[in-house]
Protein backbone atom coordinates (compact mmCIF):
# COMPACT_ATOMS: atom_id res chain seq x y z
CA UNK A 1 0.00 0.00 0.00
CA UNK A 2 1.34 3.14 -0.78
CA UNK A 3 2.27 5.63 2.22
CA UNK A 4 0.05 8.96 2.34
CA UNK A 5 3.14 10.62 3.05
CA UNK A 6 4.86 8.80 0.00
CA UNK A 7 5.00 12.19 -1.98
CA UNK A 8 8.39 13.46 -0.59
CA UNK A 9 9.82 9.91 -1.65
CA UNK A 10 11.68 8.55 -4.20
CA UNK A 11 11.20 5.24 -3.49
CA UNK A 12 9.20 2.90 -0.98
CA UNK A 13 10.26 2.22 2.94
CA UNK A 14 12.01 -0.92 3.20
CA UNK A 15 9.58 -3.62 4.39
CA UNK A 16 12.02 -4.68 7.14
CA UNK A 17 11.69 -0.93 8.41
CA UNK A 18 8.63 -0.91 7.22
CA UNK A 19 7.18 -3.72 9.34
CA UNK A 20 9.40 -2.22 12.25
CA UNK A 21 8.03 1.19 12.11
CA UNK A 22 4.42 -0.13 12.07
CA UNK A 23 2.34 -0.17 15.36
CA UNK A 24 -0.43 -1.52 14.22
CA UNK A 25 -0.49 -4.71 15.95
CA UNK A 26 -0.80 -3.19 19.26
CA UNK A 27 -2.03 -0.02 18.63
CA UNK A 28 -5.57 -1.47 17.10
CA UNK A 29 -6.78 -1.98 20.29
CA UNK A 30 -7.88 2.14 20.43
CA UNK A 31 -9.78 1.60 17.30
CA UNK A 32 -12.72 2.84 19.52
CA UNK A 33 -11.31 5.59 20.62
CA UNK A 34 -9.83 6.53 17.82
CA UNK A 35 -13.09 7.08 15.86
CA UNK A 36 -14.96 8.71 18.62
CA UNK A 37 -12.21 11.40 18.69
CA UNK A 38 -12.16 11.45 14.52
CA UNK A 39 -15.90 12.10 14.96
CA UNK A 40 -15.87 15.05 17.46
CA UNK A 41 -12.89 16.42 15.89
CA UNK A 42 -15.06 16.39 12.30
CA UNK A 43 -18.10 17.54 14.03
CA UNK A 44 -15.93 21.00 15.67
CA UNK A 45 -14.48 21.21 12.15
CA UNK A 46 -18.03 21.13 10.77
CA UNK A 47 -19.60 23.71 13.31
CA UNK A 48 -15.91 26.22 12.78
CA UNK A 49 -16.84 26.09 8.73
CA UNK A 50 -13.82 24.25 7.88
CA UNK A 51 -16.67 21.00 6.42
CA UNK A 52 -19.80 21.42 4.82
CA UNK A 53 -23.10 19.27 7.03
CA UNK A 54 -23.21 17.36 3.91
CA UNK A 55 -19.28 16.10 4.11
CA UNK A 56 -19.78 15.63 8.08
CA UNK A 57 -22.21 13.42 7.51
CA UNK A 58 -20.24 11.39 5.10
CA UNK A 59 -17.15 11.30 7.45
CA UNK A 60 -19.79 10.27 10.44
CA UNK A 61 -21.72 7.79 8.56
CA UNK A 62 -18.72 5.98 6.84
CA UNK A 63 -17.05 6.34 10.71
CA UNK A 64 -19.43 4.76 12.10
CA UNK A 65 -19.46 1.73 9.84
CA UNK A 66 -16.05 0.79 9.95
CA UNK A 67 -16.56 1.17 14.00
CA UNK A 68 -19.80 -1.01 13.13
CA UNK A 69 -17.50 -3.62 10.90
CA UNK A 70 -14.33 -3.83 13.20
CA UNK A 71 -16.90 -4.50 16.54
CA UNK A 72 -18.64 -7.63 14.61
CA UNK A 73 -15.25 -8.27 12.79
CA UNK A 74 -16.32 -7.94 9.17
CA UNK A 75 -13.53 -5.94 8.75
CA UNK A 76 -9.68 -6.79 9.63
CA UNK A 77 -6.71 -4.89 10.80
CA UNK A 78 -4.75 -4.29 7.87
CA UNK A 79 -1.63 -5.90 9.43
CA UNK A 80 0.39 -3.96 7.14
CA UNK A 81 -0.98 -0.35 8.14
CA UNK A 82 1.58 1.97 9.41
CA UNK A 83 -0.83 2.47 12.57
CA UNK A 84 -4.14 2.43 13.53
CA UNK A 85 -4.70 6.15 12.83
CA UNK A 86 -4.00 5.90 9.09
CA UNK A 87 -5.92 2.59 8.87
CA UNK A 88 -9.10 4.38 9.33
CA UNK A 89 -8.01 7.57 7.79
CA UNK A 90 -7.33 5.06 4.42
CA UNK A 91 -10.44 3.37 4.95
CA UNK A 92 -12.52 5.96 5.64
CA UNK A 93 -11.24 7.74 2.00
CA UNK A 94 -11.95 3.80 0.46
CA UNK A 95 -15.19 4.02 1.43
CA UNK A 96 -16.27 7.77 1.20
CA UNK A 97 -14.07 9.38 -1.35
CA UNK A 98 -12.42 12.43 -1.17
CA UNK A 99 -14.18 13.90 1.67
CA UNK A 100 -12.60 11.13 3.87
CA UNK A 101 -9.15 13.46 2.83
CA UNK A 102 -10.40 16.10 4.75
CA UNK A 103 -11.06 14.61 8.30
CA UNK A 104 -7.29 15.39 8.96
CA UNK A 105 -7.79 19.23 8.28
CA UNK A 106 -5.92 20.83 11.49
CA UNK A 107 -4.70 17.53 13.31
CA UNK A 108 -1.82 15.55 13.45
CA UNK A 109 -1.18 11.91 14.15
CA UNK A 110 0.92 13.63 16.97
CA UNK A 111 -2.32 14.80 18.91
CA UNK A 112 -4.49 12.14 17.25
CA UNK A 113 -2.30 9.44 19.37
CA UNK A 114 -2.22 11.48 22.48
CA UNK A 115 -5.57 11.57 22.66
CA UNK A 116 -6.11 8.06 21.75
CA UNK A 117 -3.92 7.05 24.77
CA UNK A 118 -5.34 9.51 27.11
CA UNK A 119 -9.31 8.00 26.19
CA UNK A 120 -8.17 4.45 26.07
CA UNK A 121 -6.36 4.78 29.32
CA UNK A 122 -9.01 6.68 31.10
CA UNK A 123 -11.48 3.94 30.17
CA UNK A 124 -8.79 1.02 31.04
CA UNK A 125 -8.32 2.79 34.79
CA UNK A 126 -11.91 3.02 35.42
CA UNK A 127 -12.09 -1.01 34.73
CA UNK A 128 -9.28 -1.43 37.07
CA UNK A 129 -10.46 1.07 39.98
CA UNK A 130 -13.79 -1.32 39.91
CA UNK A 131 -11.77 -4.12 40.02
CA UNK A 132 -10.34 -3.06 43.08
CA UNK A 133 -13.71 -2.01 44.99
CA UNK A 134 -14.66 -5.69 43.62
CA UNK A 135 -11.57 -7.00 45.75
CA UNK A 136 -12.28 -5.10 48.54
CA UNK A 137 -15.48 -6.03 48.80
CA UNK A 138 -14.31 -9.87 48.82
CA UNK A 139 -11.73 -8.91 51.45
CA UNK A 140 -14.20 -7.39 53.49
CA UNK A 141 -16.43 -10.18 53.43
CA UNK A 142 -13.75 -12.61 54.78
CA UNK A 143 -12.86 -9.80 57.34
CA UNK A 144 -17.21 -9.80 58.75
CA UNK A 145 -16.26 -13.49 58.80
CA UNK A 146 -13.63 -13.62 60.48
CA UNK A 147 -14.34 -11.17 63.13
CA UNK A 148 -13.16 -13.57 66.20
CA UNK A 149 -10.91 -15.78 64.19
CA UNK A 150 -7.47 -15.02 66.32
CA UNK A 151 -4.66 -15.49 64.46
CA UNK A 152 -0.65 -14.87 65.02
CA UNK A 153 0.69 -11.50 64.15
CA UNK A 154 3.79 -11.25 63.05
CA UNK A 155 7.45 -8.78 62.49
CA UNK A 156 10.29 -10.15 61.11
CA UNK A 157 8.05 -13.21 60.90
CA UNK A 158 8.20 -14.54 64.37
CA UNK A 159 4.73 -14.77 66.31
CA UNK A 160 4.70 -11.24 67.77
CA UNK A 161 0.84 -10.45 69.36
CA UNK A 162 -2.31 -11.92 69.25
CA UNK A 163 -4.65 -10.44 66.16
CA UNK A 164 -7.45 -11.19 64.12
CA UNK A 165 -7.82 -12.70 60.93
CA UNK A 166 -10.50 -9.60 60.08
CA UNK A 167 -7.46 -7.45 61.69
CA UNK A 168 -5.14 -8.58 59.27
CA UNK A 169 -7.30 -8.39 56.04
CA UNK A 170 -8.71 -5.17 56.38
CA UNK A 171 -4.60 -3.86 56.21
CA UNK A 172 -5.21 -4.69 52.31
CA UNK A 173 -8.08 -3.09 52.21
CA UNK A 174 -6.61 0.08 53.04
CA UNK A 175 -3.96 -0.22 50.88
CA UNK A 176 -6.09 -1.08 47.87
CA UNK A 177 -8.29 1.97 48.33
CA UNK A 178 -4.90 4.36 48.73
CA UNK A 179 -4.83 2.60 44.87
CA UNK A 180 -7.79 3.63 43.91
CA UNK A 181 -6.89 7.41 45.18
CA UNK A 182 -3.84 7.56 42.89
CA UNK A 183 -5.64 6.50 40.39
CA UNK A 184 -8.10 9.07 40.74
CA UNK A 185 -5.57 11.28 41.09
CA UNK A 186 -4.24 10.13 38.07
CA UNK A 187 -7.32 10.13 35.85
CA UNK A 188 -8.16 14.13 37.58
CA UNK A 189 -4.70 15.11 36.05
CA UNK A 190 -4.56 13.66 32.38
CA UNK A 191 -8.20 14.52 32.07
CA UNK A 192 -7.19 17.76 29.67
CA UNK A 193 -7.57 17.21 25.51
CA UNK A 194 -4.57 17.41 23.71
CA UNK A 195 -6.48 17.41 20.17
CA UNK A 196 -5.70 19.86 18.39
CA UNK A 197 -2.12 20.65 19.57
CA UNK A 198 -1.99 19.55 15.60
CA UNK A 199 1.99 18.82 14.98
CA UNK A 200 3.45 20.75 18.26
CA UNK A 201 3.03 24.05 17.14
CA UNK A 202 -1.04 24.77 16.75
CA UNK A 203 -2.75 25.36 14.01
CA UNK A 204 -3.51 28.62 11.23
CA UNK A 205 -7.78 27.08 11.42
CA UNK A 206 -9.83 28.84 13.83
CA UNK A 207 -10.27 25.68 15.55
CA UNK A 208 -12.48 25.12 18.78
CA UNK A 209 -10.83 22.97 20.83
CA UNK A 210 -12.74 23.74 23.86
CA UNK A 211 -15.61 21.87 21.96
CA UNK A 212 -14.04 18.87 21.02
CA UNK A 213 -12.40 18.03 24.84
CA UNK A 214 -15.90 18.55 26.58
CA UNK A 215 -17.83 16.27 23.76
CA UNK A 216 -15.07 13.93 24.70
CA UNK A 217 -15.50 14.33 28.45
CA UNK A 218 -12.01 15.96 29.61
CA UNK A 219 -12.54 18.86 32.02
CA UNK A 220 -10.17 21.28 29.10
CA UNK A 221 -7.67 21.35 27.00
CA UNK A 222 -3.99 20.95 27.40
CA UNK A 223 -3.19 24.65 27.67
CA UNK A 224 0.33 24.51 25.58
CA UNK A 225 0.67 22.34 22.31
CA UNK A 226 3.96 21.72 22.14
CA UNK A 227 3.20 20.28 25.64
CA UNK A 228 -0.02 18.55 24.77
CA UNK A 229 1.96 16.42 21.95
CA UNK A 230 4.85 15.25 24.08
CA UNK A 231 3.34 14.41 28.02
CA UNK A 232 3.57 11.65 29.03
CA UNK A 233 3.38 12.09 32.50
CA UNK A 234 -0.21 10.79 32.91
CA UNK A 235 1.78 7.28 31.72
CA UNK A 236 4.26 7.41 34.27
CA UNK A 237 1.58 8.06 37.03
CA UNK A 238 -0.65 5.32 36.09
CA UNK A 239 2.28 2.82 35.67
CA UNK A 240 3.60 3.55 39.02
CA UNK A 241 -0.27 3.13 40.61
CA UNK A 242 -0.02 0.07 38.67
CA UNK A 243 3.33 -0.40 39.94
CA UNK A 244 2.25 -0.05 44.17
CA UNK A 245 -0.96 -2.21 43.34
CA UNK A 246 0.99 -4.93 42.39
CA UNK A 247 3.60 -4.76 44.88
CA UNK A 248 0.47 -4.77 47.30
CA UNK A 249 -1.38 -8.23 45.42
CA UNK A 250 2.23 -9.39 45.38
CA UNK A 251 2.78 -9.08 49.49
CA UNK A 252 -0.81 -10.43 49.87
CA UNK A 253 -0.13 -13.63 47.02
CA UNK A 254 3.40 -14.17 49.42
CA UNK A 255 1.24 -14.73 52.37
CA UNK A 256 -1.47 -16.94 50.61
CA UNK A 257 1.24 -18.97 49.21
CA UNK A 258 3.11 -19.13 53.36
CA UNK A 259 -0.68 -19.78 54.73
CA UNK A 260 -1.41 -22.37 52.13
CA UNK A 261 2.02 -24.64 53.01
CA UNK A 262 2.08 -27.59 55.25
CA UNK A 263 3.93 -25.56 57.91
CA UNK A 264 1.14 -22.67 58.42
CA UNK A 265 -1.66 -24.11 57.01
CA UNK A 266 -3.79 -21.21 57.89
CA UNK A 267 -5.96 -21.63 54.63
CA UNK A 268 -6.97 -23.58 52.51
CA UNK A 269 -7.14 -22.39 48.63
CA UNK A 270 -10.32 -23.56 46.92
CA UNK A 271 -9.27 -26.33 44.09
CA UNK A 272 -10.66 -23.81 41.60
CA UNK A 273 -7.71 -21.52 41.94
CA UNK A 274 -4.54 -24.17 42.85
CA UNK A 275 -2.76 -26.83 40.57
CA UNK A 276 -1.42 -30.39 40.97
CA UNK A 277 2.43 -31.55 40.26
CA UNK A 278 2.67 -33.66 37.27
CA UNK A 279 4.91 -35.96 39.71
CA UNK A 280 3.79 -35.59 43.39
CA UNK A 281 0.23 -36.50 43.55
CA UNK A 282 -0.17 -34.99 47.43
CA UNK A 283 0.69 -31.69 45.94
CA UNK A 284 -1.86 -28.95 45.32
CA UNK A 285 0.19 -25.36 44.44
CA UNK A 286 -0.89 -22.31 44.95
CA UNK A 287 -0.13 -21.15 41.85
CA UNK A 288 -2.49 -17.87 40.72
CA UNK A 289 -0.44 -16.24 43.66
CA UNK A 290 3.03 -17.12 43.05
CA UNK A 291 2.07 -15.90 39.23
CA UNK A 292 0.90 -12.84 40.68
CA UNK A 293 3.82 -12.56 42.79
CA UNK A 294 6.07 -12.91 39.48
CA UNK A 295 4.06 -10.39 37.25
CA UNK A 296 4.52 -7.90 39.62
CA UNK A 297 8.53 -7.61 38.35
CA UNK A 298 6.93 -7.04 34.72
CA UNK A 299 4.66 -4.07 35.88
CA UNK A 300 7.68 -2.80 37.63
CA UNK A 301 9.59 -3.14 34.05
CA UNK A 302 6.69 -1.34 32.35
CA UNK A 303 6.97 1.85 34.33
CA UNK A 304 11.05 1.91 34.40
CA UNK A 305 10.90 1.41 30.27
CA UNK A 306 8.73 4.50 30.03
CA UNK A 307 10.43 6.66 32.40
CA UNK A 308 13.68 5.25 30.75
CA UNK A 309 12.07 5.81 27.11
CA UNK A 310 11.14 9.48 27.91
CA UNK A 311 14.34 11.01 29.78
CA UNK A 312 16.49 11.82 26.85
CA UNK A 313 13.76 13.24 24.12
CA UNK A 314 13.81 16.65 23.15
CA UNK A 315 10.60 18.38 23.11
CA UNK A 316 8.11 17.35 20.80
CA UNK A 317 6.97 14.35 19.33
CA UNK A 318 9.77 11.85 18.61
CA UNK A 319 9.42 8.19 18.11
CA UNK A 320 10.32 6.81 21.00
CA UNK A 321 6.85 7.95 22.26
CA UNK A 322 5.28 5.45 20.13
CA UNK A 323 7.00 2.81 22.75
CA UNK A 324 4.61 4.10 25.31
CA UNK A 325 1.82 2.08 23.80
CA UNK A 326 2.80 -1.57 24.16
CA UNK A 327 5.04 -0.38 28.14
CA UNK A 328 1.37 0.96 29.72
CA UNK A 329 -1.19 -1.55 27.89
CA UNK A 330 1.16 -4.50 29.54
CA UNK A 331 0.98 -2.96 32.74
CA UNK A 332 -3.13 -2.54 32.70
CA UNK A 333 -3.48 -5.61 31.26
CA UNK A 334 -1.56 -7.90 33.92
CA UNK A 335 -3.06 -6.00 36.55
CA UNK A 336 -6.71 -6.74 35.39
CA UNK A 337 -5.41 -10.27 34.52
CA UNK A 338 -4.26 -10.56 38.24
CA UNK A 339 -7.15 -9.12 39.49
CA UNK A 340 -9.62 -11.33 37.48
CA UNK A 341 -7.86 -14.54 39.22
CA UNK A 342 -6.96 -13.05 42.41
CA UNK A 343 -10.67 -11.58 43.53
CA UNK A 344 -12.45 -15.40 43.00
CA UNK A 345 -9.31 -16.64 44.80
CA UNK A 346 -9.90 -14.80 47.69
CA UNK A 347 -13.17 -15.31 47.70
CA UNK A 348 -13.75 -18.64 47.89
CA UNK A 349 -10.37 -19.20 50.56
CA UNK A 350 -11.40 -20.97 53.25
CA UNK A 351 -9.77 -20.08 56.70
CA UNK A 352 -8.78 -22.78 58.88
CA UNK A 353 -9.52 -21.49 62.57
CA UNK A 354 -8.09 -23.96 64.47
CA UNK A 355 -4.74 -23.65 63.10
CA UNK A 356 -5.02 -20.24 63.52
CA UNK A 357 -5.51 -20.39 67.01
CA UNK A 358 -2.93 -23.39 67.68
CA UNK A 359 -0.90 -21.63 66.07
CA UNK A 360 -1.15 -18.01 68.48
CA UNK A 361 -0.80 -20.48 71.74
CA UNK A 362 2.76 -20.84 70.96
CA UNK A 363 5.34 -18.63 70.48
CA UNK A 364 4.91 -16.13 73.54
CA UNK A 365 2.54 -13.83 71.38
CA UNK A 366 1.19 -12.76 75.15
CA UNK A 367 4.19 -11.83 76.69
CA UNK A 368 3.73 -8.10 75.82
CA UNK A 369 0.22 -8.58 77.93
CA UNK A 370 1.99 -10.11 80.75
CA UNK A 371 4.61 -7.25 81.55
CA UNK A 372 1.38 -4.95 80.44
CA UNK A 373 0.10 -6.97 83.71
CA UNK A 374 2.49 -5.50 85.89
CA UNK A 375 2.97 -2.64 84.61
CA UNK A 376 -0.73 -1.60 85.08
CA UNK A 377 0.10 -2.51 88.87
CA UNK A 378 2.57 -0.09 88.99
CA UNK A 379 6.00 -1.78 88.10
CA UNK A 380 8.16 0.53 85.71
CA UNK A 381 7.62 -1.19 81.83
CA UNK A 382 11.79 -1.79 81.75
CA UNK A 383 11.29 -3.84 85.04
CA UNK A 384 8.15 -5.69 84.09
CA UNK A 385 9.90 -6.29 80.30
CA UNK A 386 13.15 -7.63 82.26
CA UNK A 387 10.85 -10.49 84.62
CA UNK A 388 8.65 -11.50 81.67
CA UNK A 389 11.61 -12.09 79.09
CA UNK A 390 13.39 -13.59 82.22
CA UNK A 391 10.12 -16.00 82.55
CA UNK A 392 9.68 -16.50 78.46
CA UNK A 393 13.64 -17.64 78.86
CA UNK A 394 12.57 -20.44 81.57
CA UNK A 395 9.68 -21.27 79.49
CA UNK A 396 11.92 -22.01 76.35
CA UNK A 397 14.00 -24.04 78.01
CA UNK A 398 11.10 -26.04 79.84
CA UNK A 399 9.32 -26.59 76.74
CA UNK A 400 6.15 -25.05 78.32
CA UNK A 401 4.17 -21.46 77.45
CA UNK A 402 3.37 -18.85 79.78
CA UNK A 403 -0.36 -20.08 81.06
CA UNK A 404 1.02 -23.27 81.99
CA UNK A 405 3.65 -21.75 84.69
CA UNK A 406 2.23 -22.14 87.76
CA UNK A 407 1.10 -19.05 90.38
CA UNK A 408 3.73 -20.09 92.60
CA UNK A 409 6.77 -19.56 89.81
CA UNK A 410 5.13 -16.71 89.00
CA UNK A 411 5.26 -15.19 92.42
CA UNK A 412 8.91 -15.59 92.75
CA UNK A 413 9.81 -13.23 90.08
CA UNK A 414 7.05 -10.93 91.15
CA UNK A 415 4.85 -10.88 94.26
CA UNK A 416 2.07 -8.93 92.52
CA UNK A 417 1.37 -11.79 90.26
CA UNK A 418 -1.97 -13.12 90.97
CA UNK A 419 -4.55 -15.39 89.84
CA UNK A 420 -5.87 -13.00 87.28
CA UNK A 421 -2.99 -13.02 85.44
CA UNK A 422 -4.07 -16.22 83.44
CA UNK A 423 -7.39 -14.45 82.25
CA UNK A 424 -5.36 -11.31 81.35
CA UNK A 425 -3.16 -13.46 79.11
CA UNK A 426 -5.60 -15.37 77.23
CA UNK A 427 -6.01 -14.69 73.57
CA UNK A 428 -9.40 -13.55 73.70
CA UNK A 429 -8.25 -11.28 76.59
CA UNK A 430 -5.59 -9.94 74.46
CA UNK A 431 -7.30 -8.89 71.72
CA UNK A 432 -10.54 -7.55 73.30
CA UNK A 433 -8.35 -5.64 75.36
CA UNK A 434 -6.76 -3.73 72.71
CA UNK A 435 -9.16 -0.57 72.76
CA UNK A 436 -6.82 2.42 70.88
CA UNK A 437 -8.12 3.37 67.49
CA UNK A 438 -6.99 0.86 64.43
CA UNK A 439 -6.11 -1.73 66.83
CA UNK A 440 -6.77 -5.43 66.54
CA UNK A 441 -9.91 -4.96 69.49
CA UNK A 442 -13.22 -6.10 68.07
CA UNK A 443 -14.50 -2.51 68.39
CA UNK A 444 -12.20 -1.36 66.51
CA UNK A 445 -12.18 -3.60 64.16
CA UNK A 446 -16.20 -2.97 63.88
CA UNK A 447 -14.90 0.33 63.17
CA UNK A 448 -13.16 -0.42 60.45
CA UNK A 449 -15.39 -2.39 58.72
CA UNK A 450 -17.90 0.63 58.93
CA UNK A 451 -15.28 2.99 57.46
CA UNK A 452 -14.14 0.65 54.35
CA UNK A 453 -17.81 -0.19 53.70
CA UNK A 454 -18.48 3.82 54.18
CA UNK A 455 -15.85 4.57 51.00
CA UNK A 456 -16.91 1.36 48.80
CA UNK A 457 -20.92 3.05 48.62
N1 LIG B 1 2.14 5.38 15.70
C1 LIG B 1 2.60 6.62 16.26
C2 LIG B 1 2.76 6.49 17.78
O1 LIG B 1 2.27 5.54 18.31
C3 LIG B 1 1.63 7.68 15.95
C4 LIG B 1 2.21 9.05 15.89
C5 LIG B 1 3.06 9.16 14.72
N2 LIG B 1 3.47 10.51 14.48
C6 LIG B 1 4.50 10.75 13.67
N3 LIG B 1 4.81 11.98 13.50
N4 LIG B 1 5.16 9.81 13.07
O2 LIG B 1 3.37 7.27 18.43
Not at 118 to 137: A, H, P, W
Not at 399 to 412: A, C, N, Q, R
Amino acid sequence: MEKMWAGRFDKALDKTADDFNSSIHFDKKMYKQDIKGSIEHATMLCKVGILTEDELGQIISGLASILNDLNNGTLAFDENAEDIHMFVEAELTKRIGDTGKKLHTARSRNDQVALDLRLYMRDETNDVISMLKELIGAILEQARENKETIMPGYTHLQRAQPITLAHHLLAYCMMLLRDITRLEDALARMNYSPLGSCALAGTTYPTNRDMVAEALGFDGVCMNSIDGVSDRDYCIELESAFATIMMHLSRFSEEIILWSSWEFKFVELDDAYTTGSSIMPQKKNPDMAELVRGKTGRVYGDLIATLTMLKGIPLAYNKDMQEDKEAIFDSVETVKKCLQVFIPMIATMKPIKENMYNASKKGFINATDLADYLTKRGVPFRTAYKIVGTIVGKCVKESITLDEVSLDEYKKHSEIFDTDLYDEISLETCVRKRISKGSTGYESVNEQIKYVEGLLK
